[in-house]
């Protein structure tokens, strides 16, 4: 079975569309409607929504670091049960990365809790993909961030990364097909 997904900028009205799908996702926390809306409209040009037969099936909402524009923060990947595991994640990565916004970027970071192994797998994948180097540190602690309320955040830097327009076109291309 193969998936026939657009993926694209997010728009002002896919909002809602986000929210819902971010509370399908048990692991991800789950922000207000009106931060999605933020997402798609103050961060469309560096977030990416993939939709399949008109539904949001999958999110990527990141943005520019305001002192550093050469680093990409990606703030949160949502991908529906029914695609996890088929590269989705990994094609809205390069989708974003491949803007000509971001062709300054030569940084990709991002924050996952210690027991998050989808996002692990993910950005490591990545990178190694990339040959890139990663760094990782705390940068919100539970108990000094947190008050004890959510669980450490480690700080995965991946980089530097190289020029976009020199990456090969194929590592972003298709998505597998799902076996069944």
């Known amino acids: 079975m193969t998936f026939d997904l657009t993926i694209r900028q997010?728009?002002?009205?896919?909002?809602?569309?986000?929210?819902?799908?971010?509370?399908?996702?048990?692991?991800?926390?789950?922000?207000?409607?009106y931060c999605n809306l933020l997402q798609c409209t103050h961060f469309s040009a560096t977030s990416a929504v993939a939709e399949m037969d008109g539904e949001i099936v999958a999110v990527l909402a990141a943005y520019l670091l305001p002192d550093r524009l050469n680093t990409l923060f990606v703030w949160q990947v949502?991908?529906?049960?029914?695609l996890r595991g088929m590269g989705v994640a990994t094609r809205l990565l390069f989708e974003v990365l491949g803007r000509i916004n971001c062709h300054k970027v030569r940084y990709l970071q991002?924050?996952?809790?210690?027991?998050?192994?989808?996002?692990?797998?993910?950005?490591?994948?990545?990178?190694?993909s990339l040959k890139a180097k990663t760094r990782r540190k705390t940068l919100f602690d539970r108990n000094r961030h947190f008050d004890g309320k959510h669980d450490t955040e480690i700080l995965l830097t991946v980089g530097p990364l190289q020029p976009w327009h020199v990456l090969p076109k194929t590592v972003s291309q298709a998505i597998p097909e799902k076996t069944s």
């Open 110 to 128: 991002t924050t996952i809790t210690e027991d998050n192994e989808a996002s692990w797998a993910l950005f490591e994948s990545f990178a190694k």
């Open 78 to 82: 949502a991908v529906d049960e029914r």
């Open 10 to 33: 997010p728009e002002d009205t896919d909002g809602a569309k986000v929210h819902a799908l971010i509370a399908r996702c048990p692991s991800l926390d789950d922000n207000s409607i």
